[in-house]
């Protein structure tokens, strides 16, 4: 067998530390639940539990900004197995800030100005459960991650069963085809023609944002936030207990909805 160079013998142990290193870049790109040594990378730990305790997940970790819409192609997108902890650290959200800063205002982007960004982070498993961690602060200047106490380095998200939630669509809808979405999380309903009621299936319990979309792509606020509760079995029946939403008059943009 042919004897290895002197020169070969010399470069192993550089290919070895060079192998490593690059493995350890793939996985950060990746999103794996690594730890960042650099101290100057902020760096956010999410733990998950149930009623019974601390648990692994298996299942999907999604951080959306909190303007983004359901078609906003930039975001941070997780598959976890068995995983103890998930790992946010501030190289992501600034890749994540940096495209949702390219895509523009009307598809659910940051002004061109801004230093920072509000997000969320759902966490869902295989199970039919979640869980929210929302209204999260990211600023890229100091590129530290806070909530409404402070500087944020650890948290914990508690899943629940997901929940089907319904409601009612008021002000200049008749006859017309709308789409309804949250703003910071990836649902949409559709309320079909002649009718008012829609449905999101398999929501995360907590309070979101909605915007209505119809026919043509023009936006349109919703002034009620929507508070996740279960739906009714029969939310056309009378004395059903099924909210109430009020659209907007004036559109506040307009988006190129998939498939159209």
Known sequence: MRRPTRRAERLAPALVVLGLLIGACDNRQAGTSSTVDNPAIAALTVTFRDSAGPLRLTGTVE???ESQN???EA???NTESGAERYVLDSLRLDSLFRALKASGTAAGGIPPGSTGFTFNILVRDRINRG???ANLKYDSLTRLIKDSNGVLDSASVALAPLIDVCGFLDGDTTGKPFIVFTRG???TATVEAGSTLFV???LIRGS???RAVDASGAMFPMYEPLQAKPCPENPLAPGADVPHFTKGVISVGR???PGT
Do not use: D, E, K
């Open 255 to 257: 988006i190129q909805l």
């Open 200 to 202: 999101f299936h398999g």
């Open 131 to 133: 869980g929210m961690l």
């Open 63 to 65: 951080v959306f900004a």
């Open 70 to 72: 359901p078609w906003t």
């Open 208 to 210: 979101y944002s909605l």
């Open 75 to 77: 975001s941070l997108y």
């Open 185 to 187: 999380a990836p649902y």
